[in-house]
């Protein structure tokens, strides 16, 4: 998978809400979210464990709820205990109301580890700003917010008995990236390419985003990965589509990147 680091697409206006998006994702995971403190340092406690369980199961979206519109009996408390098998987490009745439809919203904001946050965000930071650019600061919000809505309970509705929290930012910008590929198609990309060492090449925005959705289609049929059931490929390809859909009618009036100036693939790039 290539690792893109620029986009040669430089925004008229100042993307205020990629930055508030950003700022949010980050202070959300640094000062919200159970255990980060330790996570830093390696640490790994059951007590620990037992918190974030507890957290994620009220604020991640859970597919049998979203479908079901039905809190489990029993959850994560956050206390831990000693049962017939040993230490372990304490459930018990929820303690709260829980709205499935706001938790897919809350769970936008939540991330399971500096891998998974850095990773989505490093995306969102490359291509969101052409995209609200492009729409604007209100309309950029509102698409975002729908391709996570619409990922989440695309997945969801293929996975409709899971318990399993569903957290991330991936399914809102995969609609990004989807949006991207249909408004700028030929703005150049910095990416690396890991072969031996990470190369640095320029290629167009149609071969690094059709590259990563095509991996995302194949991720999400169990093709080529041991954990397709770990991370929600599927969300990925339904928020690509959703944002690639809603972008379609702006694309008459986008205008094109400017074209770079430099060597591509060794031959002069016009």
Not at 175 to 199: D, E, M, N, Q, S
Not at 228 to 239: R, W
Request: hydrophobic share 50%; proline share 9%.
């Amino acid at each position: 998978m290539v690792i893109p680091v620029h986009d040669v697409n430089p925004a008229r206006r100042t993307p205020w809400v990629t930055y508030a998006l950003l700022a949010a994702n980050f202070a959300v995971f640094l000062f919200l979210t159970p255990g980060v403190a330790g996570s830093l340092t390696g640490e790994s406690s059951l007590a620990r464990l037992c918190d974030l369980q507890a957290f994620l199961e009220r604020y991640a979206a859970v597919p049998q709820e979203l479908i079901h519109h039905r809190m489990p009996r029993l959850v994560p408390t956050g206390d831990t205990g000693v049962g017939p098998q040993g230490p372990g987490c304490v459930v018990g009745p929820p303690g709260y109301d829980k709205s499935p439809e706001l938790s897919v919203l809350t769970a936008m904001f939540l991330h399971g580890g500096w891998l998974h946050l850095l990773g989505n965000l490093l995306f969102l930071w490359i291509f969101g700003n052409n995209i609200e650019d492009r729409m604007g600061h209100v309309r950029f919000l509102l698409f975002y917010v729908v391709c996570g809505y619409a990922a989440s309970y695309g997945f969801a509705l293929l996975n409709a008995g899971s318990g399993e929290p569903l957290i991330g930012a991936s399914g809102a910008i995969a609609g990004v990236l989807g949006a991207y590929l249909v408004l700028y198609p030929k703005a150049r990309v910095w990416v690396l390419v890991p072969f031996l060492i990470f190369l640095p090449l320029r290629l167009p925005a149609w071969i690094v985003l059709g590259l990563w959705f095509v991996l995302q289609a194949l991720y999400s049929a169990g093709q080529g990965v041991s954990d397709a059931g770990t991370v929600a490929y599927v969300a990925h390809v339904v928020g690509f589509a959703v944002g690639m859909l809603l972008a379609w009618p702006l694309k008459p009036g986008t205008p094109p990147p400017p074209e770079p100036r430099g060597v591509l693939f060794g031959r002069r790039a016009r």
